[in-house]
């Protein structure tokens, strides 16, 4: 029971801090990203090759998926400048899709759709970290750092700059804002802190497969951060929680067939978004308060 | 003759995307709702006529209609109680995607547990191959399926430039404002829009039924291939979506003589991209970007 509890917990850290990565973007910038599974699984992968191949010092992983992740953030950050809305939606669907391929046929640094076995434990100072409950602190400090970062980068001049460019970017714009640099550092550092949770996810499965990182991920984790509320601190972790209780909870009700357990949580979470979107479109958190314009 | 044979494989495949993509089209070009549960609209009526032709087997005439009227049904019912009830109170595009998006999920779920995940097929006397030539295979499906989408674009045209109608909706599209001060109910329109997008899916469904079978999934690319089109064709043109339809299913399935088939929704989705970043008005749209 410990352990079910505890694999619970670490999942649920994973999870919300890829919510509040996303609601990075999506709460503050206005950028409606629907491929942020994307820089999970970069984050996923590159940890584990550099794991399986270079050095298995946790740091070393954890800052090279970062950089890899933050990179290839850029692709995400070109359309984000360029257009809005729709197309950006659109945008960020087709690099999803993209990705989805490329995770599938790069065979060589992602196992394609067998995914990477066996990827060694990271060790922190020659400490190889092993046990359930050293995985729960690493992501749980995991979760604590990302909570922190983005916190302290959303309080000051940065994300003023960020809310002042998502509710009008040309009054941004003419109040001096360089707008095309704080959108792509923002895009920057979302993607970048969700390779981190790439990273824990990698080290805790110690397998990793493009199943994870699909386009459901990402829908999944849009709507943990709408349900608790786009723009809030603990809206996404609310999310977050709900979501990731869902499944559990449901196995408790006698009359539903374990067979269709997968589909019925779904339907739940489809059904809660359409009718958090008709009757209280700030989330759970958020309250009726209206948000910024798309 | 591998040649030929996807050519006319990507001809059939290209007017049934066309047909979808316009139906998706006309609804964001007069509505401006990003009804990605267009998918879920297209999955839907593939379903009933599979339940009403093959399982209780009745004349397919009857089925088809079956289908097209829960089709409508269905776009109706969601623009009136949920899309309406969202643009009462809040305008931005983003809440009304989610709701589409939440529905598309619902939808594809419930019709998992209906007919199970497997793929599902309508068998006809149409859907067998002959070999027309030596090693080419064609199915009297693909020029049904080329008719029915010549047919329905006719009708469309025809209805969009010739009536009352297709003028108020054309109207709606292009100023909603004046549409109102003119004494129409733009609510009331866009009413007409669904149905006639949502009926747009149904031939598409039915010929996809019968020649490559129905999975509940299927909805997903459904929806990516409506965005897809309407973009590249250009937002707020019809034929801009046709022919950008009709394309990237010959791109599809022409890409096949070159590369592996798990790389083919990636290209489109790669010509997708930069559209969107160098071209977002797209072949013969006007060039929005709000």
Redesign the interface.
């Known amino acids: 029971m410990l352990a079910y509890l505890q694999n619970i917990a670490v999942l649920f850290c994973v999870n919300a801090m890829l919510a509040v990565t996303l609601n990075f973007i999506m709460g503050y910038a206005g950028i409606?990203s629907l491929a942020h599974a994307i820089f999970f699984g970069v984050g996923a992968y590159t940890a584990a090759n550099i794991a399986m191949h270079f050095s298995d010092s946790l740091l070393l992983c954890v800052a090279g998926a970062v950089l890899v992740s933050g990179a290839l953030s850029m692709v995400l950050a070109?359309?984000a400048l360029?257009?809005?809305?729709?197309?950006?939606?659109?945008?960020s669907?087709?690099?999803q899709?993209?990705g989805v391929?490329?995770f599938?046929?790069w065979k060589s640094a992602t196992g394609g759709l067998g995914g990477l076995v066996g990827i060694p434990p990271p060790t922190v100072f020659g400490h190889a970290l092993a046990t359930p409950g050293e995985f729960l602190g690493l992501a749980a400090g995991g979760l604590a750092a990302v909570l922190l970062i983005t916190t302290a980068l959303l309080r000051g001049s940065f994300g003023r700059s960020l809310m002042a460019i998502r509710d009008s970017e040309s009054a941004a714009q003419a109040a001096g804002k360089w707008v095309a640099a704080v959108k792509t550092l923002s895009v920057a550092v979302s993607a970048g802190l969700a390779a981190v949770a790439g990273a824990i996810y990698a080290f805790y499965m110690s397998f990793v497969n493009v199943e994870g990182f699909m386009?459901e991920t990402s829908?999944l984790l849009?709507?943990m951060v709408?349900i608790g509320g786009t723009g809030t601190v603990f809206g996404p972790i609310i999310g977050a929680a709900l979501l990731m209780l869902l499944p559990p909870a449901l196995t408790y009700l006698p009359f539903l067939p374990p067979s269709?357990l997968g589909?019925?949580q779904?339907?739940v979470?489809?059904?809660?978004?359409?009718l958090l979107?008709?009757f209280r479109?700030g989330g759970l958190v958020g309250g009726r308060r209206?948000?910024?314009?798309? | 003759m591998l040649f030929i044979q996807l050519f006319i494989n990507g001809i059939q495949t290209g007017a049934l995307y066309a047909l979808i993509a316009a139906g998706f089209s006309l609804i964001f070009g007069t509505t401006r709702v990003f009804h990605v549960a267009h998918g879920a609209t297209f999955t839907l009526a593939g379903f009933v006529f599979y339940e009403l032709y093959t399982v209780l087997a009745w004349a397919w005439p009857l089925a088809a209609l079956g289908a097209a009227a829960a089709a409508a049904v269905f776009g109706v019912l969601v623009d009136r109680y949920v899309y309406s009830v969202i643009q009462r109170h809040e305008a931005a595009f983003f809440t009304v995607f989610v709701a589409s998006f939440g529905l598309a999920i619902v939808v594809q779920n419930l019709i998992a547990i209906g007919f199970g995940r497997g793929l599902v097929t309508v068998p006809t006397p149409l859907s067998k191959s002959l070999e027309l030539l030596p090693g080419l295979y064609v199915a009297p499906m693909a020029a049904v399926a080329v008719l029915c989408a010549i047919v329905a674009f006719g009708l469309l045209q025809w209805l969009l430039t010739h009536t009352n109608l297709g003028l108020a909706l054309r109207a709606l599209g292009e100023n909603p404002e004046l549409v109102r001060v003119y004494g129409l109910t733009p609510r009331r329109l866009s009413q007409y829009v669904f149905l006639i997008g949502s009926l747009l899916a149904v031939p598409a469904a039915i010929l996809t039924a019968a020649t490559s079978g129905l999975n509940p999934a299927m909805g997903h690319h459904i929806m990516l291939i409506s965005i897809a089109a309407t973009i590249v064709g250009g937002v707020g043109s019809l034929r801009g979506a046709a022919v950008a339809g009709l394309l990237l299913g010959m791109a599809e399935n022409l890409s096949l003589a070159w590369i592996d088939p798990q790389w083919s929704e990636a290209v489109t989705f790669v010509v997708l991209f930069l559209f969107i970043l160098f071209r977002p008005g797209g072949f013969f749209g006007r060039a929005v970007t709000s």
């Open positions: 409606f070109l359309p360029r257009v809005r809305g729709e197309y950006f939606v659109a945008a669907l087709g690099l899709v993209i391929t490329v599938s046929e386009l829908i849009m709507a709408i269709e589909t019925v779904q339907i979470y489809g059904s809660i978004m359409v979107m008709m479109p209206k948000r910024g314009k798309a």
